[in-house]
């Protein structure tokens, strides 16, 4: 349980995300029931949003967490600067996010390039309508929302849970083609050094055959 110290600042840090990154016409509602939770209630409020710590992390924050894999998530992406992973309750199939390694209030322009490098793949392999961003910020740590739109989602859409074998079933059709392409590559080189090495020997053997008689 958390104590009212903890609550407290809990509280504080979701008012100022919610102030910073919510719409004008939702802040005022959204804050109130923030407020009005009690120790119990915002407990289950972050661990119903997957942003729960066990007790000896709470002061972590968690997108660091899910970074350095002390939270386990099921990532498509990487570069030097960010990482990129299934969101655990996504609005829709592919709905994702990239987060910074570095633990900072502005994310790097590699993080956006990531995303829009994951945004390429989901519009590839899912055909969605459109892909969004969203950056949000939370706990001071700016990571980068990646929405793919199919009919009318928008970041305030009601999301689900999903379970991370359901997850590793969306990573899984994202990579398949990527695999299948890198398969068909190195069967395409193999055919193609091996017609070269036919092609050599059938001109040898042609070479000998037309070779002049020697005149004693």
Sequence with gaps: MLSEEETEEIKKKITSHIETNFPPEQILSARSQIESMNSEQLEKFLEKNNIM???E???????CAIASGKIGSVKIGENEKAIAVLDINPISK?????IPFEHNDVAPKEA???????????KKKFSPKNVEFSKSKLFGHE????????????FNSEKSHASMEELEKIKEELEKEEKEEEENSR???FKGKFTKETDKVSFEEEKFLW???RIP
């Excluded at 592919?94 to 990239?98: K, P």
């Excluded at 956006?112 to 989901?122: G, N």
């Excluded at 990571?143 to 928008?154: G, M, S």
């Design 211 to 213: 070779l002049p008689k």
């Design 94 to 98: 592919g709905h994702s996010m990239v």
């Design 53 to 55: 710590m066990s007790d």
């Design 187 to 189: 069967e395409q080189n």
């Design 143 to 154: 990571v980068i929302n990646i929405l793919p739109v199919y009919k009318d989602e928008d």
């Design 112 to 122: 956006m390039s990531l995303a829009e490098k994951i945004s390429k793949e989901i």
């Design 57 to 63: 992390k709470k002061d972590e924050c968690v997108f």
